[in-house]
């Protein structure tokens, strides 16, 4: 079923996401990668605050290439979320709703999402100039010397994605299977 959503999230929006839905959404997100996760992580060891409010936010595991002329951000696509599965449950136990990447993730993180009523979406991988098209504006807004894994607020429309793991802990990776082997 397609669905159009705002961010950041709201419950109610995460609830009626199952998994298999397409979603395109409209709002704020932001960007972290292996090393902005990292350094956040660290920052929560240190009892210091995020750079970003995690509450009811969503997290795209994207590291952009230079804009070209005229655009806010260059090729925009997604990578592979497992990387960042150390880091998840923590900053979803802080609030955060909504994650996008690719591939599968760790039971902890599966746990988490459940826990925290969140959910993880895919973006398509290898679409990353498609993907841009949606992104209205990017800016750096933490960890600047990272240079391409900086935390960046991008304002997005239609951003279009497939929920993976909905909050009810549907997983599609495993019920697609299933559904080929049955």
Do not use: C, W
Not at 24 to 43: F, N, Q, V
Not at 44 to 65: F, H, K, T
């Amino acid at each position: 079923m397609d669905r159009y959503i705002k961010a950041p999230l709201n419950k109610e929006d995460i609830q009626i996401l199952e998994a298999g839905d397409y979603v395109y959404i409209t709002g704020t997100i932001y960007t972290a990668r292996d090393a902005a996760h990292l350094r956040m992580y660290e920052a929560l060891d240190r009892n210091e605050a995020l750079p970003v409010e995690m509450q009811d936010n969503v997290i795209y595991y994207m590291g952009p290439s230079p804009a070209r002329e005229g655009r806010p951000i260059g090729s925009a696509g997604p990578t592979t979320a497992s990387r960042m599965d150390k880091y998840a449950p923590r900053l979803l136990d802080l609030g955060l709703k909504g994650m996008i990447g690719k591939g599968k993730r760790s039971q902890a993180v599966q746990d988490a999402i459940v826990r925290n009523g969140a959910v993880y979406f895919a973006a398509v991988g290898g679409a990353g100039a498609l993907l841009s098209k949606s992104i209205k504006a990017s800016e750096v807004v933490a960890y600047d010397d990272l240079g391409t894994e900086a935390i960046r607020k991008l304002e997005v429309e239609n951003f279009p994605v497939i929920v993976v793991i909905d909050s009810k802990g549907n997983n599609l990776y495993e019920t697609a299977v299933k559904e080929i082997v049955d």
